[in-house]
């Protein structure tokens, strides 16, 4: 079994900056595309960003050139740095990875970690 296990939400002032680690553990397995996602009261889960195993990036449209997604294979874990936050960025984050196992790729999803942006 493969679990990702996501922190480092929280509460932070408009303007501010938050950092999400997403660590995947298990045994026997390798990770191929990784992502971020999140979900506002009310709305759609909706893409954040998402990472490849070569590291390429991609970003919607609403958080390009504040938000920036990592990933360091040797801990098989992946960040989400997030800076210069808006009320709007206030949403539940989640993270999620293709997990390549022996019965093939699976999509898994971290439990989720709440990110506040005050006013």
């Known amino acids: 079994q493969v679990q990702l296990v996501e922190s480092g939400g929280g509460l932070v002032q408009a303007g501010g900056s938050l950092r999400l680690s997403c660590a995947a553990s298990?045994?026997?397995?390798?990770?191929?595309?990784m992502g971020w996602y999140r979900q506002a009261p009310g709305n759609q889960r909706e893409l954040v960003a998402t990472i490849t195993s070569d590291g390429t990036t991609n970003y919607a449209d609403s958080v390009k050139g504040r938000f920036t997604i990592s990933r360091d294979n040797a801990k098989n874990t992946q960040y989400l740095q997030m800076n210069s936050l808006k009320p709007e960025d206030t949403a539940v984050y989640y993270c999620n990875a293709l997990i390549n196992r022996f019965g093939g790729p699976t999509l898994y999803w971290g439990q989720g970690t709440q990110v506040t942006v005050s006013s």
């Open positions: 298990g045994r026997d397995f390798s990770i191929g595309a």
